[in-house]
């Protein structure tokens, strides 16, 4: 059984590590509007993927560093997570990324999106390309958060390098958010609501039908 003093450390590093995924991700985004595209699509894919992998880093041996409600009802449904722990996790990581977009908009308050991820196209496509984004990012969590110790020490950077890639070549489309935190933050701070939805079902369908698959192929 965990004390409370761990169980408090273990959510306030949820708390802090999605904070800074959502500080720096859509920073970076708040920038690249505010400076004319300085800091340039790819240069926030990779915002995304090395804040993700830095925190991974930081926050891995101690709270797993979910950072993604998505994620943690990935590892739920792969029977890696305790149902009793899901909902403090969940609220800690929508607390972080709260945090983060509340110190933006007063860092920027002429910014209008705050980062929000906001479908180009169609909504659909936009759900379908969130939903397999997040399939095969819980499928690699999945398959380096366990096992050798070799691929635990490249968990970080298979995931940051996995978001990266989907931020880079999905992000123009969709937002490439994988993280209903991520998206719930800016979307309630900026006002901007209307696509929510998109962004809080697809990507927890997309880590409970990776769950479902890695199954498949345990031993």
Known sequence: MLNALRLNRIYLAECI???AVVFCGTGAIIINDQTNGQVTHVGIAMT?????LAMIYTFGSLSGAHLNPAVTIGFLISGRFKLQFLLPYV????LGALFASLLLQILFPENINLGATIPSGSMMQSFILELILS???MLVII?????????????GIAV?????LEALFAGPISGASMNPARSLAPALVSGNLSQLWIYLIAPVLGAILAAVISKLFEE
Do not use: C, P, R, Y
């Open 17 to 19: 590590g999605s904070f």
């Open 91 to 94: 609220v800690f990581q929508i």
């Open 160 to 164: 940051g390098a996995t978001v990266g």
């Open 135 to 137: 399939l095969l990012l």
């Open 143 to 155: 398959n380096v958060s366990h096992g050798s110790k070799e691929k635990g020490l490249m968990a």
């Open 48 to 52: 995304f993927g090395l804040i993700v």
